[in-house]
């Protein structure tokens, strides 16, 4: 049997406030690429909506770790995906579209 190699994942801290800030649905998804006998690379080049910034996309690739979080901030028909190799890192970035496009308190 071949040795399996986890993602670094912290308890996701900040979780519980990403979901109280969504009105709709949050999914986090780890490793989708390796259920399609894919790799990262091969994986992203099949999605059209992944918009990945460069470095963030060669730490997937080198850690063979793909992150797709994608949430509902207002209801359940727009919505917004995240790509990262943390997933901590990406609930910082749901987070601060919603503080930038969706404070209610401005």
Do not use: W
Request: charged fraction near 25%; charge should be negative.
């Amino acid at each position: 049997m071949s040795e399996i190699t986890l993602p670094s994942i912290a308890a996701p801290s900040l979780l519980p406030e990403l979901i109280s800030r969504c009105k709709a649905s949050i999914t986090i998804e780890v490793n989708d690429h390796r259920s399609c006998y894919q790799t990262v690379q091969q994986f992203v080049e099949d999605e059209d909506d992944a918009e990945i910034e460069p470095e963030v996309l060669k730490k997937m690739i080198d850690t063979d770790t793909m992150i797709r979080l994608q949430f509902y901030p207002l209801t359940p028909i727009g919505f917004y995906v995240i790509y990262h190799y943390d997933v901590e890192q990406a609930i910082e970035q749901a987070l601060t579209i919603l503080k930038e496009k969706h404070d209610q308190s401005k």
